[in-house]
């Protein structure tokens, strides 16, 4: 194991030292997006470093969700093993490979040892909401960045090397994480002090420090890896295409959380007609009366779902054609039914209504299309659509929601790490335009944005828009205190679908006028005066005919009456925690050569040292 010298350090940035400081602009993996909850896009990066006869080059190729505070969590080579299960159970299929393994042995410039903390399967609360455990080792090492300016290298980059990392569905079963995540820095200079003598690096801190951008921050939209919506991550800076209208900023909260307050959860339109029985629902928010109005809720990438209180997900999920799979504790789409259609292309959306400083509230409306998410294997035997809401009660007893990336496919976030303040806007759709590249400056604590109407332009071609003639469905009615059961529904954890989290309470519905909206009732009654003006000059007919004494064939008796039906789907209802103790097994080295992605990886065999264990933290 080696220290890259501070002379090489210095030489590599150079380039930097003879221009003006430039955010860096993170491309992504457009070819490839993973499971088993998503499809999630990832950032491509090289982590350690081999000589060969051309130098020194990168060592492993890995895909990582962007997200997180400190370490960067990169999955090692021996999280699979030789017979490719996973390390964490021995059985199950490593799915983990495809996105590529840390060879941290092979590795001349990694560093182990130098504490005695371990690594860490979860950040920024992540283990408030996902049962994990796993283990892992903290590391030193090269990682190398792709940027639109060029590829950049970061020395001494703290990784947290993990061999095991699970995550427990409701139901009690387990299955590993197949992706690691790529750290969004850390406050005030973004390093990691270990010891005296052991400094560990993060992406903006020594991109910051080295003179490539004018501030330790960043900017992060996740995009839609199902619409073929690259995301945006800029290091140093944001992408103002990707900000749109009001601005939220925040303070960080204690362990340097994102926690910004609620105060709704509403359904809407953007433009045409609704695929509801109404226009809008709003108070569909189930308040904790402890939070004086407000619902804290934590952002953070590295969790998939909204994760929210089973009476709010209860509340939103009646006005939708799902029924709730107790076994992995989602909402599954009845793609069967002619309202999933309606909704998920349809200009209809779930805002998050937060609460900012001043007179207005900051609104996040996230289209119905990216709440049409995937589940697959090892999840779910088949493959399901699902919408992403999680009920939950945090298991710190903080009361707290987390948004994760369901959420982060339509909000804009962005860091000033230096002021310890983030920022939230509206995200564009899949059609947004050009980029506008901005840095953050040191002090700043605010950014600029583009104009709102971009949100209906940057979707227009996406969406298809609903234009009724009195805007009557074409639905059928459910018997009073019927469930909307479920057809064509997957097989895959069928048994398990019921309509709502047992003795959880369905949320508010709309009780005015007999559950008959008031647009229908002026509807209804034309049509049964239509209806009796039809009787009355079928009658003044029949007379004439019979005054004349004309011979004709017998009126044939018909239903004038017209029933009106609607169908309402209704569904019933960072303080860090360190162990200690001896190291994690270590691989046998057996070459220095770079290895490629899904090709033969090398075998490398245990050692008899200790696994540490990661609880989850309760």
Not at 251 to 256: K, Q, R, Y
Not at 494 to 515: A, C, H, R, V
Request: hydrophobic share 40%; proline share 6%.
């Amino acid at each position: 194991m080696h220290c890259l010298s501070p002379l090489l350090a210095i030489l590599t940035f150079l380039p930097f030292a003879s221009s003006d400081a430039t955010p860096l602009v993170i491309p992504w993996n457009t070819t490839r997006s993973y499971g088993p909850d998503g499809p999630w896009p990832v950032i491509t990066v090289q982590v350690g470093s081999v000589s060969d006869k051309a130098g020194t080059q990168p060592l492993s190729t890995v895909d990582l969700h962007p997200g997180g505070i400190w370490e960067s969590m990169v999955l090692r080579r021996d999280f699979c093993n030789n017979n490719n299960t996973n390390f964490a159970d021995g059985s199950s299929l490593c799915l983990a490979k495809k996105a590529g393994l840390y060879y941290i042995l092979s590795s001349e410039t990694a560093q182990q040892g130098f504490t005695n903390e371990v690594g860490l399967v979860w950040q920024w609360d992540s283990n408030i909401v996902d049962d994990v455990s796993g283990a892992a080792v903290n590391v030193l090492d090269t990682m190398t960045i792709p940027a639109l300016q060029g590829s950049f290298t970061v020395y001494n980059s703290t990784i947290s090397a993990v061999q095991a990392w699970q995550i427990q569905l409701p139901d009690g079963t387990k299955y590993s994480a197949q992706v690691g995540t790529l750290s969004l820095g850390a406050p005030n200079r973004g390093i990691q002090q270990f010891s005296a003598t052991v400094t560990g690096q993060t992406v903006p801190g020594f991109a910051n420090a080295q003179g490539a951008v004018a501030s330790n921050s960043w900017g992060l939209h996740y995009g839609s890896a199902s619409l073929n919506q690259e995301g945006s991550l800029v290091f140093g800076g944001y992408d103002q295409s990707r900000a749109l209208g009001s601005i939220g900023t925040f303070d960080l909260a204690a362990g340097f959380s994102m926690i910004a307050n609620l105060l709704d959860v509403r359904i809407g339109v953007e433009n045409g007609s609704s695929p509801f029985i109404e226009d809008s629902y709003t108070g569909l928010l189930k308040l904790n009366s402890s939070f004086n109005g407000v619902q804290p809720a934590v952002i953070n990438p590295i969790v998939p779902y909204l994760f929210m209180s089973p009476e709010t997900c209860a509340a939103v999920a009646e006005k939708l054609p799902v029924t709730f799979n107790s076994q992995v504790g989602l909402y599954i789409w009845n793609t069967a039914d002619p309202q999933y259609e309606r909704i998920v292309k349809s200009p209809a959306y779930l805002a998050f209504v937060f609460q900012i400083a001043g007179s207005d509230n900051l609104t996040i409306k996230i289209s119905f299309q990216l709440l049409n998410l995937t589940l697959e294997a090892p999840i779910v035997n088949q493959t399901q659509q699902y919408f992403p809401c999680r009920p939950f009660y945090a298991n710190d007893h903080s009361g707290n929601y987390c948004l994760g990336k369901a959420f982060l496919q339509a909000a804009f976030i962005g860091m000033n790490w230096q002021v310890e303040k983030f920022f939230m806007a509206q995200a564009p759709g899949p059609g947004v335009g050009a980029s506008n590249i901005k840095s953050i400056e040191p002090n700043d604590t605010s950014i600029s944005t583009d104009p709102i109407e971009n949100f209906a332009v940057t979707w227009k071609r996406d969406w298809t828009g609903l234009f009724d003639t009195n805007n009557v469905r074409n639905t059928t009615a459910l018997p009073t205190g019927a469930t909307n059961r479920p057809k064509g529904t997957s097989a895959g954890n069928s048994k398990n679908l019921t309509s709502f989290p047992t003795g959880i309470t369905n949320g508010q519905k709309d009780t005015s006028g007999s559950g008959v909206p008031s647009r229908y009732k002026a509807g209804i009654a034309v049509g049964v005066v239509a209806g009796a003006l039809a009787v009355a000059v079928a009658g003044v007919v029949l007379l004439f005919y019979r005054r004349g004494r004309r011979t004709a064939m017998p009126l044939q008796e018909k239903d004038v009456s017209q029933k009106q039906d609607f169908q309402i789907h209704e569904k019933d209802g960072r303080p860090r925690v360190h162990e200690t103790g001896e190291g994690l097994s270590h691989e046998a080295d057996t070459d220095h050569g770079i290895h490629e992605l899904d090709e033969g990886l090398c075998h490398e065999a245990d050692a008899d040292h200790g696994i540490h264990e990661l609880d989850a933290m309760k």
